[in-house]
C-alpha cells in the first residue's frame, strides 16, 4: 500500500529529524513562545500516529476507519500549509519529511497532497464498491 508507506516514511523522518516540522509548527503556531515549548512534542506525536496508523491500515477490521483518518489528515495539513500564503507568511518547505527529505516548495506540497488525497478517496470509494458487491451476492 503506497499510502502507507509514504506516511510511515514521514513518521520515521519527523522523529529522526524534527526540525524542519518543528518550525513549520512554530510558524502554524504564530511563533508565540509557550507554543515553540511544545513544537517537538506535536511533531513527536504527529510523526508516531502516521505510523502506527500506517501499521493499523493493514488491519482489515480499521482498515475503511484508518483510511478516513488519512484522508482528514491530509486535508488539514494542505489547508494549514494553504494557510501561510494567506498570513503572508513565507516557509522555504513543509517539513513534511522532516529535514531528511527535502520536500520541495510549498507548491509542490500542495500538489503531492491533492494527489495522495484522491489516491485515499479512490481506495475509500473502491472498498465500498467492493463491500456492496459482496453483500449482493449473499
Known sequence: MTVAIIFFISGI?????????ENYIKLLLD???YHSVYAK???????FSEMMLSIIIFNKNYF?????VFITLIIM?????LSFPL????????GCFGEL??????EFTIIRNIIILSLLISLRYFTILNEKA????R
Open 31 to 33: 511563533q508565540t513562545v
Open 87 to 94: 498570513r503572508s507568511l513565507s516557509i522555504p518547505h513543509c
Open 13 to 21: 523522518s519527523k522523529i529522526l529529524s524534527p526540525e524542519g516540522a
Open 41 to 47: 512534542i506535536v511533531v513527536y506525536c504527529i510523526g
Open 77 to 81: 495539513f494542505t489547508l494549514s500549509i
Open 134 to 137: 459482496v453483500k449482493s451476492f
Open 101 to 106: 527529505i527535502p520536500s520541495g516548495s510549498i
Open 64 to 68: 475503511k476507519i484508518t483510511i478516513g
